[in-house]
């Protein structure tokens, strides 16, 4: 039996046929059952419904279970009497901290704008850390005499007295950064310009207060999964699971300043505020319609690859502070990319209820009514639309109007001074583009910077090359072919503006500009394709991409193959995704079937997915045999095929 046991779990426990397994000493293995008096592990027999063995508890250090009475990480049980003793000092305790931090807090706000203020704000914030502290070793109390508790007070009544205290923790840390907030409003207050010494206040500032966000929301996450409480009573509470976001956002562009000052490159503040506009659109991905979620979320999860490789590819000195600084901000944009992923697989489950229309071709321009942070005022609605950015479809949130001739314009404001334009945006050529402001430059100028430019084309090209056999990331090499093929397409409209009636004489020209503009996309749309057939590489993103432009054939090899046994047993369908010139095997996809009948799109659930051609020649056997010696089979980002992009697949083998 134990062969066929699958690997322990992060919790110690190995699931098999709905039964709970654990690993005692000698290399034994029992099963096990929660004892439903006290909810602690209790060893049982196959044939018993309520466990009758010894309690178990997992020793941290060996991974094996133990029986409570040896286990070096629990302590006896104690009497009723002893821990009623000792929860009434703690009640005592916290009840005393909680009056003192209200009694400091009504001080604070009587004095708000006089004299005296900071000083009595600072002793607000030190005695919300002493109650802190106070909660902490209450929680401390009840997690170490987790199972006299249990025993004495049922599992009910131990959870809820628990979840109060993590509720009280919950709400002090909102009080703290409130406060924090406030005293930070102080010495910057909003009118006062930035200079690069409050930018990096505001990053000092904005590091600590990530630090309770982060365990704010590590307690909402466990009272949320664990407790009766919802995510509505912890929004009354202050909760918005923004906040960490958007103020990583804050902390990301002030630390950008102060690396742009050091380097005398603006490049990392210009890739902040992209970073921060990213941000912006997830937070109002609940309020657009359920059919462009997924394609909002893969082109900003492409966004946020494109700024996280940016950062890197950023040329710092190795070993100074500057290097680690630029880590931190690329771990923080990989976390956000994380959960982009997350969110879209969570949001797989809605395609078969969502429009006809491919997810991929799915058009972003539509009205919405944005999310409100707990500061915003009563919603307006804005725009969410794409527009090319250096040659790369970017995700915008901004707001329509019309100019004097009518026609219609949208401002994007700038993320951190909503009051500025950051950029306007007008219908050019059937797509959004930049409004190209109108330089005071004649002719002759234009010309010779046209010429200038028309030079470095060919260097470009052969840079974006390196890039691509040193397998740089795609996105970014087709941004830089994009971002000077812009430069060209400003200048033609500048010309054309700056000279009406001279249109024939300066045509050679600007057809000599345009040629170069689209040659340089077609060079990096070219590369993005050749990168996106890797084959040591499984996206769903890219499958779906390469079908779309026509760069895939798809041949199905193998027809409701029969594979495991009992409950395990299901049938499998292969398809060889195939380079569509060379005909070569790029990726297989495989889709699991309950029943050898079902109709091709009714796969089972996260049962169409992507292997590499060596993942497939290995076989599931394989993998297990890794598993078993400590070798997990590691998937390689998303894997997983939605429904849309099957039935192109299926099409295309037909």
Known sequence: MEARLPAADSQGLRVFKRRHYVDVAGGHIVQVAIDPKIGVYRAKLASERDPSGPLLVRDHDSKLWQPLEVSPDHS???????????????????????????????????????????????????????????????????????????????????????????????????????????????????????????????????????????????????????????????????????????????????????????????????????????????????????????????????????????????????????????????????????????????????????????????????????????????????????????????IRIGQSRRNAVGQELIDVMHPHKPAEVLQTYERREGEWRRVVAIQEKNLATLADQAGRLLELSDSHVRKAHRDEAAKRNATNIVEFLGRKAEDLDDLCVQMERASPLAANEIAPLVQRLKRDSQRLRDEGEAIRVRLYKDKNYLSADRVAYLIRHEHLSVRRTHTRLETGKGQQKHFLDIYSLNDRLSDEPLWQAHFHYEKSESPALEFKVKGGHLKTLEQSGSGAASQRQDEQVGRPHVAIWRETLDGRTAQKIFELAS
């Open 76 to 394: 006896p049980l104690r009497s009723a009497e002893v821990l009623n003793l000792e929860l009434s000092q703690h009640f005592k305790s916290m009840t005393e901290s909680a009056d003192l931090a209200k009694k400091l807090q009504v001080a604070w706000h009587a004095i708000k704008g006089e004299e005296g203020e900071r000083a009595a704000l600072v002793q607000f914030e030190v005695q919300c850390h002493r109650h802190l502290a106070t909660l902490e070793k209450t929680l401390d109390f009840y997690v170490k005499e987790q199972l006299s508790l249990l025993i004495h007070k049922g599992p009910s009544a131990y959870g809820n007295e628990l979840f109060k205290i993590q509720g009280r923790r919950f709400e002090i840390y909102t009080k703290l950064m409130v406060a924090g907030d406030w005293r930070k409003h102080m010495d910057i207050p909003p009118d006062m310009g930035f200079t690069l010494e409050s930018h990096r206040s505001i990053a000092g500032y904005l590091k600590g207060k990530l630090v309770l966000l982060r365990k704010r929301q590590s307690i909402a996450d466990e009272m949320l999964k664990k407790s009766r409480y919802s995510e509505n009573e912890l929004a009354e509470m202050g909760y918005d699971p923004m906040e960490v976001h958007e103020n990583t956002a804050d902390w990301l562009h002030a630390k950008s300043h102060m690396l742009a000052a050091d380097l005398s490159d603006r490049t990392p503040v210009r890739l902040s505020l992209m970073f921060s506009q990213t941000t912006l659109a997830y937070r109002n991905i609940d309020n657009i319609p359920l059919e462009a979620r997924i394609p909002v979320l893969s082109d900003l999860v492409d966004q946020c690859s494109a700024i996280r490789a940016s950062f890197e590819y950023l040329e710092i000195p190795s070993g100074t502070t500057h290097a680690a600084s630029r880590q931190e901000m690329v771990d923080a944009i990989t976390t956000f990319e994380t959960l982009l992923e997350d969110r879209i697989t969570l949001h797989h489950q809605d395609l078969e209820s969502a429009a006809p229309l491919p997810m991929s071709d799915q058009s972003i321009d539509f009205d919405f009514i944005p999310a409100q942070g707990k500061k915003q005022s009563a919603a307006t609605s804005r725009r969410m639309f794409r527009s090319k950015h250096h040659g790369i479809d970017k």
